[in-house]
């Protein structure tokens, strides 16, 4: 059954939320938790714990033998953001930034940890510090870009997406960013562009191929959006995104009865 929708409605009736995975664009959304933590601790850390629960209890221990550590700091941040643990992420790593000023990688998790809590304005601000325009990192430029597309700066976010693609060319999770500002300002067109191109990298994750079915059905063209979010998954994941599809096409024609705020797609925050 041809699918009915407002995007008008959409847009007033949702919001995107700033994942705590990166989500979009074959990248997740927390860097594994061993990236950040190897180096932390000496040897123990070599086997670094995969279990975001055991990682907060053991980077938790570390941190507390000594707060100003720079490096326990962002082992535990990094554990707490991982385990859904945001406001206390964001507590430690503020703490950090105090005892470790200028310390650009304790910066960028803070930025970021307030990105997850919806501190949008404080979170664009702190990234801001955590490099430079003589020496940008495209991870945070696109984090920027989130941010700012949070706030309904949707030019103004382009503008970081494609400063971020110009250092990592086709990145799916930049181009994914890019394509949802782009459905937010209601230039469906584009937004399916960026999209497809995200779509097209042999890394985009499962969240591209939603969003491009998402931005498809919202032209109208809900069997082609169909075949998009099925295609060459197990029936299990198929279903499951054809669910996510109707029921954000659904919500967009009548959201009465769903919350008032639905998260329609994830942004993407590159680690």
């Known amino acids: 059954m041809r699918q009915r929708f407002s995007l008008a409605r959409l847009l007033a009736s949702t919001s995107l939320v700033a994942a705590v995975a990166m989500g979009l664009g074959g990248c997740t959304g927390m860097s594994k938790l061993s990236d950040v933590t190897g180096s932390v601790g000496g040897p123990?850390?070599?086997a670094a714990p995969t279990d975001p629960a055991?990682?907060?209890?053991?980077?938790?221990?570390?941190?507390r033998a000594?707060?100003?550590?720079?490096?326990?700091?962002?082992?535990?941040?990094?554990?707490?953001?991982?385990?859904?643990?945001?406001?206390?992420?964001?507590?430690v790593l503020e703490q950090a930034t105090i005892a470790n000023p200028g310390n650009?990688?304790?910066?960028?998790?803070?930025?970021?940890?307030?990105?997850?809590?919806?501190?949008?304005?404080?979170?664009?601000?702190?990234?801001?510090?955590?490099?430079?325009?003589?020496?940008?990192?495209?991870?945070?430029?696109?984090?920027?870009?989130?941010?700012?597309?949070?706030m309904g700066r949707h030019e103004e976010a382009r503008s970081y997406y494609t400063s971020a693609l110009k250092i990592a060319p086709g990145d799916p999770g930049v181009l994914s960013n890019l394509g949802l500002s782009y459905m937010l300002s209601k230039d469906l067109p584009k937004a399916e562009?960026?999209?497809?191109?995200?779509?097209a990298s042999p890394r985009a994750s499962s969240r591209v191929?939603?969003?491009?079915?998402?931005?498809?059905?919202?032209?109208?063209?809900?069997?082609e959006a169909e075949t998009i979010v099925k295609a060459d998954l197990p029936p299990d994941q198929a279903a499951a995104n054809v669910?996510?599809?109707?029921?954000?096409?659904?919500?967009?024609?009548?959201?009465r009865g769903g919350p008032k705020r639905t998260p329609v797609a994830s942004l993407n925050q590159p680690d």
């Open 44 to 46: 123990r850390a070599e």
């Open 54 to 63: 055991r990682a907060v209890e053991v980077y938790g221990e570390r941190y």
């Open 66 to 91: 000594n707060p100003r550590d720079a490096e326990a700091a962002l082992a535990y941040g990094q554990a707490l953001r991982a385990n859904g643990q945001r406001a206390q992420a964001a507590a």
């Open 104 to 150: 650009k990688a304790l910066l960028a998790q803070y930025g970021r940890a307030l990105a997850d809590n919806g501190n949008f304005q404080q979170a664009y601000d702190v990234l801001s510090k955590a490099h430079s325009p003589d020496n940008p990192d495209w991870r945070l430029l696109s984090v920027q870009g989130t941010a700012l597309d949070q």
């Open 193 to 199: 562009e960026a999209l497809r191109q995200a779509h």
């Open 209 to 223: 191929r939603q969003n491009l079915g998402l931005v498809v059905g919202l032209q109208g063209r809900f069997a």
């Open 243 to 255: 669910t996510y599809l109707k029921e954000m096409l659904s919500r967009s024609d009548n959201h």
